[in-house]
């Protein structure tokens, strides 16, 4: 399971959300989490409605180099 850092564009907020395994299909651009990300504030979001701030770039990229 793993935790990732975002922001929400809604309202702002950074949070920590549990999405579960990631995976990082090669025919999509963006990797594909196996839980909802949800904001503490507004909820369940897409892809679309987070950033994923410095911190989780790094955690992602972390995945993925452990992934290979």
Known sequence: MT???FQCKKCG??????VGKI?????EDRPRFEKDIACPRCGILSMDEVWLTELGQTQ?????????
């Open 23 to 27: 995976s990082f299909p090669i025919e």
């Open 3 to 5: 935790e990732l850092n």
């Open 13 to 18: 907020r950074e949070f920590d959300c549990e």
């Open 60 to 68: 992602l990229g972390a995945v993925f180099m452990s992934a290979e």
